[in-house]
C-alpha cells in the first residue's frame, strides 16, 4: 500500500465551481498533514496545514479523519489561478508526498 | 520574506562523474531535507537531518548518496557517481519542527548525460 494516496485526477472545472480533492496515508503515527501546491517545473509551496478540528482559509476548506486515516481538500469559487497540482503531504519523522492531483480551471 | 536557496539552478554533468548539490536552509531552521521529483513523477522523500546526522532516509538514497552540513549554513547533497536515472529536480527543504511544515527551494535541475 501506498505511504500517501490521492485521487490520480486530473480534475477539469469551470471557474466559480467547487472541488474536492481527497487523500489517505498509511501511517497511523502519522503526526502532521498539509496541502502544497505545486506549479509546473516549480517547487512545492504550502498551501495549508490540516488540523484535527478542520480549518479554512478563504475559499479553501482542509478536513483530517485520523480514524480513517484521510486527509481533504474543498475549493470553494475556484480561480483560473488555482490551476496546479494539489499535494497531499504527511509528516512523521520526515514528510511524505502524495503523487499529486492536477486541477485545471478554465474560463 | 527568509527563503531556501539552492544553487546552481541547472546542472549538466556527465555519467559517472560526482555531483555537488548546495542548498542554504532558512536561517533558524533545525531539519533539513532533500526531495527529488523526476520528470511527470511524484515528489520523492531521499534524506532528513537534524542535529548534523541522518534522521531517516528512504531506499533511494544509497552509498551514492550522501550528505553535509560543512558550515553553518550549507546543507549539501552528494552524489558520487552520477547515473542517467538520476536525472530529476531536486528541491531542499527545511523546517523548524520535526515534522512541521517544509519550506522548498526552487531545486536543482539535474541532467545526466
Known amino acids: 500500500r501506498k505511504e500517501v494516496e490521492q485521487d490520480p485526477g486530473p480534475f477539469n472545472v469551470p471557474e466559480g465551481a467547487t472541488v474536492a480533492f481527497n487523500c489517505t496515508y498509511s501511517?497511523?503515527?502519522?503526526?502532521?498533514f498539509f496541502w502544497y501546491r505545486q506549479d509546473c517545473r516549480k517547487e512545492p509551496k504550502l498551501l495549508m496545514s490540516?488540523?484535527?478540528s478542520g480549518n479554512e482559509d478563504g475559499r479553501f476548506t482542509a478536513q483530517l479523519n485520523r480514524a480513517s486515516q484521510y486527509i481533504s481538500l474543498l475549493i470553494r469559487d475556484s480561480k483560473l489561478s488555482d490551476s496546479a497540482t494539489y499535494l497531499c503531504v504527511v509528516g512523521h519523522n520526515d514528510m511524505r508526498f502524495g503523487a499529486g492531483t492536477r486541477l485545471t480551471v478554465k474560463p | 520574506e527568509p527563503e531556501v536557496t539552492q544553487t546552481p539552478s541547472h546542472q549538466v554533468t556527465q555519467m559517472g562523474q560526482e555531483v555537488i548539490l548546495r542548498c542554504v536552509p532558512i536561517s533558524n531552521h533545525l531539519y533539513f531535507y532533500w526531495y527529488r521529483q523526476i520528470l511527470g513523477q511524484k515528489v520523492e522523500f531521499l534524506v532528513s537531518?537534524?542535529?548534523?546526522?541522518?534522521?531517516?532516509k528512504s531506499e533511494i538514497f544509497d552509498d551514492q548518496f550522501s550528505v553535509e552540513r560543512p558550515d553553518g549554513s550549507n546543507f549539501t547533497l552528494k552524489i558520487r557517481s552520477t547515473k542517467l536515472e538520476d536525472s530529476a529536480m531536486y528541491f531542499c527543504a527545511s523546517s523548524d519542527g520535526d515534522g512541521s511544515k517544509a519550506f522548498f527551494g526552487q531545486g536543482t535541475r539535474l541532467t545526466v548525460v
Open positions: 537531518f537534524y542535529n548534523n546526522e541522518i534522521s531517516e
Open positions: 501511517n497511523s503515527a502519522s503526526q502532521s
Open positions: 490540516v488540523y484535527s
